[in-house]
């Protein structure tokens, strides 16, 4: 059975930074395509970022580039998202995902498994 955790969702300022983990298990980690989604209240779920299997391609939303990163650490089965210079509009629940596409995707419909989500709030 596939699980997908996330963790590190918080409240933080405006200007902080975070940083979200996805503990997975029961699934080859290291042949699938990772990606990081959010939804805000009344808000469809939206792309923020994906990682090709061996993390050599990244693929990030231009509403966070320069301020987001993901990774992945194949070793640890693990999948992170750092957020930087967080702004009110980032406050959602974030879900990781996982996709056997062997190219990174942004669309919700491409990925196989989900987590349960970790909200994180920004206030101004």
């Known amino acids: 059975q596939v699980q997908l955790v996330e963790s590190g969702g918080g409240l933080m300022q405006a200007g902080g930074s975070l940083t979200l983990s996805c503990a997975a298990g029961?699934?080859?980690?290291?042949?699938?395509?990772m990606g990081w989604f959010r939804q805000a209240p009344g808000e469809e779920r939206e792309f923020v970022a994906a990682?090709?299997?061996?993390?050599?391609?990244?693929d990030h939303a231009d509403s966070v580039k320069g301020r987001f990163t993901i990774s992945r650490d194949n070793a640890k089965n693990t999948l992170y998202l750092q957020m930087n210079s967080l702004k009110p509009e980032d406050t959602a629940v974030y879900y990781c995902?996982?996709?056997?596409?062997?190219?990174?995707?942004?669309?919700?419909?491409?990925?196989?498994?989900w987590g349960q989500g970790t909200q994180v709030t920004v206030s101004s």
């Open positions: 995902a996982a996709s056997r596409l062997p190219v990174v995707v942004q669309e919700t419909t491409h990925y196989n498994y």
């Open positions: 029961g699934l080859i980690f290291r042949t699938y395509v």
């Open positions: 990682i090709s299997p061996n993390g050599g391609n990244k």
